[in-house]
């Protein structure tokens, strides 16, 4: 027995060293954050952080700043910027092995790197400087840390340096996030439009009339159910993906109150842009001091890891935040293409398209080559669409450049509104505050003039005239300056209608409750101040469902049918825990589920016939709740789902089906909270492949509050991934958190550092606030 005791006290001695070992390891991949180190800098800079991690640098010059943020991003998000750039340019296969090949494969569509390269020659000089030193402040960083991130050596890796083009890949990455649909949206609406007639197609792809609050007030006229009959009547109804969207994205939201409309007198901005929430977040929080032109700046918000910028925030002057504008900024083209397809037909006549092979290098296996054909509009789509060339604002010159930096010296909302025509990223909402009490509203970004019949479906461009005729300059911008009422607001629904609308197209529109909800909210109080902008990010109340809610309550749930299928509980839920998105709301579950069910099998022949084709209804720019809703209403017995002979019967299967579905879950109707199918999923990369570790690397799984139509945005691991208040000249008094920390290591003390406080609504400070550690870059080799 004796010999047996050595032996399990030499493996727990072997076991422990083993973890002490890899926690000394780990802890090597910490980042510096006291004491000195030598940099390229021109004057010394300190970097700053409070009891969170929130980052202050302050430096003489605006470049020695940048090299600052650029030194603690290389030290704290390296991994993150790392993956952001490979899946922008399609390496990621390169690091992570075969797995990411379909991914790889499919971004090398867009030769971006290549791209960011060839922009990065032609920007102004000083923008280049800019990234220059910004990657030097990186790679510092990255190479003062005693070992290499400990990711990996989870994936036996080395880091590659940062170049400065890979500051671009990261901007192509944001494109990839919020420009998703690279052509299906107008694939799908194509095939659509064959499929019916015009007054069906008018009807089935409108604007809502009911939930619409655009800034210019511009109206829309609900158009009637046609009298023709349903078109999907005798089709098949068998899709595997039935699942509907009201928008091609769930978006972000803004708003702004005018002096007018603040207690303080100052204008008031509101930010939070929802994205896919990860560990590490998107966002990095900094405050940028320096001095240019004897003048004295400082610029603080959120910045985005790989680049140089503070993308929302304030500087003192204007305060300024954006939400994806969901508009147009992609066309498909209908080649003509010879017998061969080695030629397409243009106005100038035939020409040859050209092959393009790319290679992709796979770690731990031989590389993989993929070819490719480019039109002179841009690349042929991949197989069954091989007849069908991309164009896309992001493979223009016009896509990328760091104008946005300038906001940050910009001293005024008309400064702001220049600074934003051709700023080189997704187009965006911008709304703008400034301290002499103004706000604004324009789109930032490239706007391509379009001369198409159509521009939601493929169009033949070899006729002459057709096709796009460069971009929007400062007159042909959209934008609206100082409202009457001292309001506005963005929510990636339709903002502006009439020519402003035929410019800028439809991307995909949300349904426009959420930004209907805002409005009111803010048209609801006389005066604002930051707390109550700040409660209105985080309203959660389900206005959008109650006409659902009452259709249960008045149409479907009756003494019969539910004695039948024991449904009392089910409609005391309905009646009592439905006004909001709660966690524990039992009812707000119930009446979203039913409401997806009877959407989905009211659409699901129009799924089916997209689905045989490769495409998902998902793809469409359309609103399914508004003919949806209106079909409802008329019960038409033509537009009666197959299998049914009565709306009544449809709809009381609707209650059982999805009933079940939630049970499924939550094997107790009274467990059912909306949280308990709404859990947070903020995980790490890399959680899924090891497992072991997923609880020390990702967020916990808490149950949520809040869904897409309304303020409070969370569905799962897409939210609020900030929430910014702020006035410009009071910063002290505004309000900034992100759902998770600032560092991406584990045993930073910045890992999880705001993550209970957004989980809870608290409002953090804006600014940074007392310093517990301070870090001196000395000028040296």
């Known amino acids: 027995m004796l010999w047996i005791r050595r032996v399990l006290w030499g493996l727990l001695l072997l076991i422990a060293l083993l973890a002490a070992a890899l926690y000394l390891g780990l802890r090597g991949s910490l980042a510096q954050l006291d004491g000195e180190a030598t940099s390229a800098v021109q004057a010394p800079v300190e970097l700053l952080r409070d009891e969170r991690g929130y980052l202050t640098v302050k ?70 400087r800019l990234l220059e030193v910004y990657a030097e402040g990186v790679n510092e960083g990255l190479q003062r840390l005693t070992v290499r991130p400990f990711e990996y050596g989870l994936l036996r890796q080395s880091p590659l340096p940062w170049p400065p083009p890979d500051s671009l890949l990261a901007v192509y990455g944001m494109y990839l996030d919020l420009q998703s649909a690279q052509g299906r949206d107008d694939l799908a609406m194509a095939l659509l439009k064959s499929s019916v007639s015009a007054d069906w197609y008018a009807f089935l792809t409108q604007h809502s009339a009911d939930w619409q609050a655009s800034l210019d007030a511009s109206p829309v006229q609900a158009l009637a159910i046609p009298a023709s009959p349903w078109p999907w009547r005798a089709l098949s109804t068998a899709c595997s993906d039935c699942e509907l969207r009201d928008s091609r994205d769930i978006g972000s939201n803004n708003f702004a109150v005018a002096a007018s409309r603040s207690r ?89 398209l050209q ?179 700040h409660a209105i990010q985080l309203d959660r109340r389900a206005v959008f469902l109650q006409r659902w809610r009452q259709l249960l309550l008045e149409q479907v749930l009756k003494p019969e049918f539910m004695a039948a299928h024991d449904l009392g509980a089910y409609r005391g839920f309905v009646e009592s825990s439905a006004a909001e998105a709660a966690p524990d709301a039992v009812g707000y579950t119930l009446v979203r589920a039913f409401r997806d069910r009877v959407l989905e099998q009211l659409f699901a022949p129009l799924a089916a016939q997209l689905e045989a084709k490769q495409l998902r209804v998902r793809d469409l720019k359309w ?54 199918h709404n859990r947070a999923a903020i995980q790490h990369p890399l959680s899924s492949a ?16 809040g869904d897409r139509h309304m303020p409070r945005v969370q569905v799962g691991s897409h939210g609020q991934s900030e929430r910014m208040v702020v ?19 584990p045993l930073s003390p910045f890992y999880r550092a705001d993550h209970e406080a957004w989980l809870q609504g608290q409002a953090l400070p804006f600014m940074p606030g007392e310093m517990r550690h301070r870090l001196l870059l000395r000028p040296g080799s």
């Not at 080559?369 to 010159?397: I, M, T």
């Not at 197959?642 to 094997?667: C, H, I, M, Y």
């Open 690 to 705: 090891v497992p072991w570790l997923a609880a020390w690397l990702d967020m916990p799984a808490t149950p949520m509050g």
């Open 355 to 533: 092959r393009r092979v790319e290679r992709i290098a796979v770690a731990g296996g031989a590389p993989v080559e993929v070819e490719f054909k480019d039109s002179e509009w841009g690349p042929l789509l991949a197989a069954p669409f091989e007849g069908y060339a991309l164009r896309w604002v992001a493979h223009d010159p016009q896509a990328l450049n760091f104008r946005v930096q300038d906001l940050g010296r910009a001293a005024s909302l008309d400064e702001a509104m220049k600074i934003a025509v051709g700023a080189g990223l997704p187009a965006q909402n911008m709304l703008v505050a400034d301290a002499s009490g103004r706000i604004g509203w324009t789109l930032a970004g490239a706007v391509p003039l379009r001369h198409l019949p159509d521009l939601d479906t493929p169009q033949d461009w070899s006729v002459a005239g057709q096709g796009w005729q460069g971009y929007a300059g400062f007159e042909q911008h959209p934008r609206l300056l100082d409202p009457v009422d001292g309001l506005l607001w963005t929510a990636n629904a339709r903002v502006v209608g009439g020519e402003m609308l035929a410019l800028i197209g439809n991307g995909g529109y949300d349904l426009g409750a959420r930004g209907q909800q805002i409005r009111d909210d803010l048209r609801a109080a006389p005066k604002h101040e930051e707390a109550s902008l």
């Open 623 to 676: 609103v399914p709740e508004t003919p949806g809703w209106a079909l409802l209403q008329a019960r038409r017995e033509d537009a009666l789902p197959k299998g049914f002979k009565t709306w009544d019967e449809f709809l009381r299967q609707a209650v059982l089906d999805s009933r079940n579905a939630v049970l499924k879950k939550t094997p107790a109707l009274a467990d059912a909270g909306w949280g308990q």
């Open 727 to 745: 006035s410009p000249g009071r910063e002290e008094q505004g309000i900034l958190a992100v759902p998770g920390g600032q560092s991406g290591h």
């Open 264 to 352: 303080h007198g100052g204008a008031i901005l509101a930010d939070d842009m929802h994205l896919g929430l990860r560990v590490p977040g998107t966002w990095f929080k900094a405050s940028l001091q320096w001095k240019r032109d004897g003048r004295e700046w400082r610029v603080s918000g959120v910045s985005l890891p790989g680049t140089p910028a503070i993308v929302a925030g304030s500087n003192g002057h204007i305060a300024w935040g954006f939400t994806n504008a969901t508009a147009d900024w992609a066309d498909v083209v209908a080649l003509k293409l010879n017998a061969a397809g080695t030629h397409y037909q243009t106005p100038q006549g035939e020409k040859p």
């Open 59 to 128: 430096a003489e010059s605006e470049l020695d700043a940048v090299r600052g943020l650029g030194f603690v991003h290389g030290q704290e998000r390296f991994f993150q910027m790392d993956l952001m750039r490979r899946n922008a340019a399609g390496e990621l296969s390169a690091l992570v092995g075969a797995k990411a090949l379909p991914l790889d494969q499919g971004r090398r569509l867009h030769a971006f790197r290549q791209r960011a390269e060839r922009i990065l020659a032609g920007l102004p000089a000083e923008q280049r």
